[in-house]
């Protein structure tokens, strides 16, 4: 049986000094799904990265990428081999033209594909003879995807994939996404946009000050997750924690309640406190996420 | 194509520096009839030419090109941020600074032979000749003492990520050594490299005609090589430790 996780790691740690760039992550990525990587700046997302790929060392803990682990150097190295990775800041050398470029990361790979290179080439319209240092962003995002997906990588990561890009070019980005999953690829991509992140990824998780807060699926948030906004006559009671609910927060007379699950549950009790009124609303991912990450 | 990649970084450094050489060997060539009517005894055309070329400025301009031609490595592509795709290709971090010393140790013998094209196809049209067989012999000790200096190079390379720091140390390094073994006691105790290189007070060097003569030195040259290779492995070693 094949292993359901493309990514596990347990307690991965960095430590920059007294700093905790990641702590204690313990995540799991699906294989064949799209899974969302969110957190502020600075949340630890580019460091826990670098650690799967083997670019930066864990200060403790570990983990495995498609079965590897990436502590060992000799297990990194094979597992890039099937994984495809764009960098925050989609860098590539300057000094070669993107015929250069395409043949040079060629010859690493025996998987390589000439047809699906051939295809996007012309899809995305590179110039072959242009040098790289004369491409535009989203010129050398559409390069860096081009030379990761040329190779049928099991494992695509992305970091920050549309910093920096226009509209139109985003959404040529996510839809090659979606069409790389649907050939069997799983992803898992960092992002700060939330909204590309709801609409193409199965899976989300989210990283706040070097932990991981949240990880779900974005059915069961759809399904599940809930925001009750209570109102009082009279001061609201102190103490509203119970089952089900995430999070609390109030404001005078007004009470926000994130639920979780058994919202039908957590209705029958709060609607006991005797409130005014009662209003039930789906969460969006992006409440979700100023939730999460305004609270910590 | 770890190779190419590292030629191609490098290649402009290279050119420069060959080109670097070859001009002052040439006007070395060029004005030595200037130049020696300046001396009240007058040398002799290969005196002449080991004093200009083989055994002060040139010489030391090619050391400070070794150390230049040693600069750049990971630390660098992270400055410029192409270090994520490189350490993404599914190669070690050793066979990556294999690549750039293997690529720079077949540059450093270019660049020693550039003398060696330059001093006897130049010499006939100024009604003077300069034996192949002696140049060839000093761009061996030459490749063998760039060698070392690139390796220091690359070390600091690996050690320092600013701009200017890697070559700021480097040459820091070559000037506090040139200083330490002319300092009298220190010398027994020290090789010399830049005598090595030269010949300059060596056995296997005629003064009377400033010629090598005899074997040349295989066991300090041997020494001086594994000395590079250390250095090298040393920045093999940070390498992989290092976080990008």
Known sequence: ?296 | MLWYKAWRESRGRFVLSSLTIAVLCAVTVAFEKDAAGAYEQPPTYDAFIWQSVYKSGIRELFLLLAILLGLGGLLRERAHGTAGFTLALPVSRRRLLAARAGVGALEIAGLSLVPALVLPTLSPMFHESYPVSQALQFSLLWTVGGALFFAVGLLASTLFGGEYTAGICSVAVLLAYSLMVDVPGVEAYIGDVHDVMSGSGMPYFQPAMSRLAGPLPWWSLAAILLIAFVLTAIAAQLTKRHDF
Request: hydrophobic share 40%; with cysteine; proline share 4%.
């Open chain 1, 1 to 296: 049986m094949t292993c359901p996780y493309v990514i596990e790691t347990h307690d991965l740690s960095k430590r920059y000094g007294r700093v905790d760039a990641v702590k204690d992550l313990s995540l799991t990525v699906r294989a064949e799904q799209i899974t969302g990587y969110l957190g502020r700046n600075g949340a630890g997302k580019t460091t826990s990265i670098k650690m799967l790929l083997g670019m930066t060392h864990p200060t403790a803990g570990g983990g495995t990428v498609l079965g590897r682990d990436i502590t060992s150097l000799a297990e990194s190295c094979e597992m890039r081999r099937r994984v495809a990775y764009v960098a925050e800041d989609k860098q590539l050398y300057a000094y070669l033209t993107v015929e250069e470029m395409v043949r040079f990361t060629r010859s690493f790979y025996s998987d390589w594909r000439p047809e699906v290179e051939r295809r996007l080439l012309r899809q995305y319209e590179l110039p072959l003879q242009r040098r790289v240092s004369a491409l535009s962003k989203g010129m050398r995002t559409k390069l860096a995807l081009l030379l990761g997906l040329a190779r049928r990588p099991e494992l695509l990561i992305l970091d920050e994939p549309s910093e920096g890009l226009d509209p139109v070019a985003i959404e040529e980005l996510l839809q090659t996404l979606v069409a790389a999953a649907g050939e069997g690829a799983s992803i898992f991509f960092s992002s700060h946009q939330i909204a590309e992140v709801e609409r193409i990824a199965d899976r989300v998780c989210i990283l706040d000050r070097g932990e991981l807060v949240i990880d779900l699926p974005l059915d069961r948030l759809r399904e599940n997750y809930r925001r009750i906004t209570l109102g009082f006559a009279a001061q609201p009671p102190n103490d509203l924690r119970m089952s089900g609910v995430d999070r609390i927060r109030t404001s005078g007379r007004q009470v926000v309640l994130l639920a979780s699950r058994d919202v039908e549950t957590v209705l029958e009790r709060v609607r006991g406190l005797q409130p005014v009124s009662v209003d039930v609303e789906p969460v969006s991912l992006r409440e979700l996420f100023l939730e999460t990450v305004q609270e910590g």
